[in-house]
């Protein structure tokens, strides 16, 4: 048998160190999300821990490990959110001093929330973790701290597992499949040897952003191509651990990749469906579920919801775009008479089809009309395809020439 740095008994034991200390989240069955997927669906809502991902398990166990001496000196650990704040959080309660490093990309309510947790947080050049590590590494050497990695730590993955041991006795032990959001490996691989331990038929599959395919590449023999802007920041690792990896090799049946656009969808069909906020790296298991459903049809799935930090401003702006592809929020251009009533008329038409008018922008100096004439730019709140439609030929049977700017995308998943 392959050995690893953790068993399932030291996830036994990291689980009886977290009873009272980190929320036993509900593993919970969804109807709607079964019904969408075709598929029986098990959610496991880590978005709903204290520090709502998580990281928060496995930052207990490193903590509850430390000697005197070095709760003393204090700890210091590089996160893009999700593992500084469940590493801030529960430093707070041990009364250990704690440094996190942080990518200045990290969305500012996680940088907010790590620094409510009393963390001294330095934020740092760089879009990712890669950027931040020598920042810490120095700090961690000058003053003598404790490093809490991420996730290439024994502790941190036996914390970690204890996600599985949860699942398995809350929802169907007898699961078919266990989708898995990938960053450093650190829950993957964790859950991937309590999973198989408790139930060895159930296939673990991992989730990885497609700009960050870092244990995708590696196990294959890939040259790594990590690297950019995505909207799951929370999985955003150029390189799986050392401890990780073998795990996620032996273990993990497949690793499947999700683009921007997948996740951005998952996280409104969480909204819509599920009535519950997550961030883009907790929407990455869904993603891939939705985006391989001939696989995953008629089987047992469960679906790690790992976090759900997301930025207000970001979710606002992944919802209204959600509605753009749906063609509930439209961009219509009219080509009007510059004259006194024609707007009103206009404006008529619309709300007589039952369409709201959000937004209004008159544009004669940029685009080439005739110096009487004038396009008229309207973002319309609308029911869907069918009813822009209707909109359209009411401004065509009253003579105006109208075109839709914005663009609909089927196949969205909400």
């Not at 169907?172 to 198989?196: E, F, H, Q, R, T």
């Not at 937004?359 to 069918?386: C, N, W, Y």
């Amino acid at each position: 048998m392959t050995s690893f740095a953790i068993s399932l008994d030291h996830i036994q034991a990291a689980a009886r160190k977290l009873e009272g200390q980190v929320a036993r989240t509900p593993t919970r069955y969804s109807p709607k999300l079964s019904e969408l997927l075709g598929a029986e669906i098990w959610l496991k809502l880590e978005n709903m821990q204290y520090v709502t991902s998580f990281k928060q398990r496995g930052a207990y166990v490193k903590l509850s490990e430390l000697n005197d001496d070095e709760r003393k000196r204090g700890v210091i650990a590089v996160s893009a959110g999700n593992h500084a704040q469940g590493v801030a959080y529960n430093a707070q309660k041990m009364e250990v001093p704690a440094i996190i490093v942080m990518p200045q990309t990290t969305p500012f309510t996680k940088v907010r929330q790590t620094r409510r947790y009393g963390a001294e947080v330095v934020l740092v050049e760089g879009n990712d973790l890669a950027a931040a590590a020598p920042h810490a590494e120095a700090l961690q050497a000058e003053r003598g701290l404790t490093f809490v990695h991420p996730y290439d730590d024994p502790a941190i993955m036996a914390g970690q597992g204890t996600v599985a041991l949860e699942m398995l006795e809350d929802g169907p032990a007898n699961l078919d499949y266990l989708v898995v959001p990938i960053g450093g490996g650190g829950l993957i691989s964790g859950m991937a040897i309590a999973a198989k331990a408790l139930n060895p038929q159930i296939e673990i599959i991992g989730v990885e952003a497609k700009q960050y395919p870092s244990a995708y590449q590696a196990l294959r023999g890939i040259e790594a191509t990590s690297g950019g802007v995505t909207l799951a920041e929370g999985i955003a690792v150029k390189h799986p651990g050392a401890l990780t990896l073998p795990v996620i090799d032996a273990l993990v049946r497949d690793i499947l990749l999700v683009d921007e656009l997948a996740m951005e969808s998952a996280i409104r069909t969480f909204i819509d469906l599920e009535k519950t906020v997550v961030e883009g790296a907790g929407a990455a298991a869904l993603a891939a579920v939705e985006a391989n459903r001939e696989r995953f049809r008629g089987q047992k799935v469960g679906i790690v919801v790992s976090g759900g930090s997301i930025d207000s401003r970001l979710l606002s702006s992944v919802l209204l775009r959600g509605l753009v592809r749906r063609g509930q929020l439209v961009h219509i251009r009219v080509h009007i008479s510059d004259a006194p009533g024609v707007l009103a008329q206009v404006a008529s038409l619309v709300g007589e089809c039952g369409g709201n008018i959000v937004d209004v922008a008159h544009q004669r100096l940029f685009h080439s009309v005739p110096i009487k004439m004038t396009d008229l730019d309207m973002t319309i709140e609308t029911r869907g395809p069918e009813h822009v439609d209707e909109i359209l030929r009411a401004f065509r049977k009253a003579g105006f020439e109208a075109a839709l700017i914005s663009r609909i995308e089927e196949g969205d998943l909400a």
